[in-house]
């Protein structure tokens, strides 16, 4: 007789708990409000599109009044719109965490704040695909809300999104969960082990997402180096070397060729106090370091066979220049992007005037380089270069000399009027070179100022006359 109860109160809870995320989970599909839900939406939409917490909260009271009462008809006859989106839930919490800034009265604020719980409890149940770095944004929320902060509830819930959301987290977790463990652990409110088992996955997630999201890996990097200074006071009380090692030494064993597996062990048992001379850590360098450096070669060599412009560069790095040449060559055969033509077509150039003293063929180069990229002053500046170094052989008086200074200057100058991030360089050399242009009495020897003349030996340029 207890266990038919039983089974009947079970069951009923089931169907209890299944009707509340239904409820939390509908829609305006098909309902009999559905015109006036969808008005609703559109209405606090216009008003909230776009703006943050902080925006909202200096809106004034007409306009806020209105996008809140909008949203509230909207949420509480749809909570999950059209079932396609999660916007109620995500402006609900914008909304009350602006109603917070707004409010006066505490009991205002700890109502937003569980409201705010609410709804990200909510939205995790029914935009389950999204759910990952919503739990993380509770977490956080909840560490800075006065209702919860550096309390055990704030770390369950920092519990949970380290289980269930995994690499979706955002890397604003890492620093308050330090600052959490750290209080809770001090005030022997959180065990030993609770407070390593939940920094050690961090670090986990931290140093995966910090190599595998290539646009916000640095972020998680920093973050996660916040969160070890935050930890710093505590961690030798709740980590140490033989637990790590108990713990990490059978991947190794298991791996001993994977990179990842021996960076990972390697760093995290130096991380936690392993001293350097002991034999599984020289053992662990060793091999990391040879291993390292095997798929550093290799992978090196298959990114340069698959990018010659790159291979053009190290070889040019490496002090081999007909090779970079060669390289640059093949570079430009292959590709068809208008402006990494023009990059290698400036990069044989400059190697062939500044390391192979090919002047005229790095000319060339330098032109072809400006007529595929426009607006870039850079194959100009090299050209002027050329002029300015070649000056000095052009010719055995001052006059003639000067006239290649002068083809220089015009380069110089050109450069300055299309690319503005060449301006202070180009103007820097002109004011160097003014002092070498033909004097006036050589100018006036050999014609009126501002006749046009061709410039000598191998520069071949028209310039203006001029002293």
């Known amino acids: 007789m207890k266990t038919a109860f039983r089974n009947l109160a079970f069951g009923v809870l089931s169907l209890v708990s299944v009707g509340a995320l239904q409820a939390q989970c509908t829609t305006w599909v098909g309902s009999p409000n559905e015109a006036s839900l969808k ?121 949970e999104a380290f289980e269930k959301g995994g690499a979706s987290l955002e890397y604003t977790v890492f620093e308050p969960l330090g600052m959490l463990v750290t209080y809770l652990f001090k005030n022997q409110q959180i065990s030993q082990k609770e407070a390593r088992d939940i920094v050690v996955k961090a670090q986990e997630i931290a140093e995966q997402s910090a190599v595998n999201n290539e646009k916000l890996g640095q972020y998680y990097e920093a973050s996660s180096v916040r969160m070890e200074f935050q930890l710093a006071e505590i961690e030798k009380d709740i980590f140490d070397c033989e637990y790590f ?89 292959a590709e068809t992007d208008q402006e990494k033509l023009a990059e290698f077509y400036f990069g044989m150039a400059s190697i062939q005037f ?52 002068l083809a220089a200057i015009d380069k110089y100058a050109y450069a300055r009027s299309i690319d503005s991030e060449v301006a202070g360089e180009a103007a820097h050399k002109i004011s160097l070179y003014n002092g070498s242009v033909p004097s006036k009495d050589d100018v006036f020897m050999r014609g009126a100022n501002n006749t046009r003349v061709t410039v000598p030996c191998w520069i071949g340029e028209t310039v203006s006359l001029r002293y």
């Not at 939409?45 to 007409?62: E, H, N």
């Not at 008809?73 to 914008?94: C, F, N």
């Not at 990229?373 to 008086?397: T, V």
Request: with cysteine; glycine share 6%.
């Open 39 to 159: 008005e609703a939406h559109v209405l606090y939409r216009g008003i909230v599109k776009g703006k943050s917490y902080a925006d909202l909260a200096k809106m004034d009271a007409s306009n806020f009044n209105l996008a809140f009462d909008n949203w509230k008809k909207a949420y509480e006859g749809a909570p999950a719109a059209d079932g396609q989106r999660a916007t109620h839930y995500i402006d609900g919490v914008e909304l009350y965490k602006a109603q917070k800034e707004r409010a006066t009265d505490e009991v205002a604020k700890g109502h937003a704040d569980q409201m705010i719980v609410k709804l990200y409890d909510q939205h995790i149940a029914c935009y389950p695909k999204e759910a990952g770095y919503i739990y993380g944004r509770k977490a956080v929320d909840m560490f800075y809300m006065a209702s919860f902060g550096y309390r055990q509830e704030t770390f369950k819930a920092f519990q």
């Open 245 to 333: 090692k108990e713990k990490l030494i059978p991947a190794y064993k298991e791996n001993p060729e994977d990179l990842e597996v021996l960076r990972y062990v390697y760093n995290t048992l130096k991380a936690q106090g392993c001293a350097e001379t002991d034999e599984i850590m020289v053992e662990l360098k060793a091999k990391y370091e040879a291993t390292a450096q095997e798929v550093n070669t290799r992978l090196t060599e298959e990114y340069l066979t698959k990018n010659p412009g790159m291979a053009a560069r190290k070889l040019y790095q490496d002090g081999k220049y007909t090779e970079a040449i060669d390289k640059y060559k093949e570079a430009i055969a």
């Open 354 to 405: 500044r390391q192979l003293k090919s002047y005229s063929a790095a000319r060339e180069n330098a032109r072809k380089a400006a007529s595929l990229k426009p607006g870039w002053g850079r194959p100009y500046m090299l050209i002027g270069d050329m002029y300015a170094a070649s000056s000095r052989n052009c010719g055995n008086d001052g006059y003639t000399r000067g006239l290649a200074v």
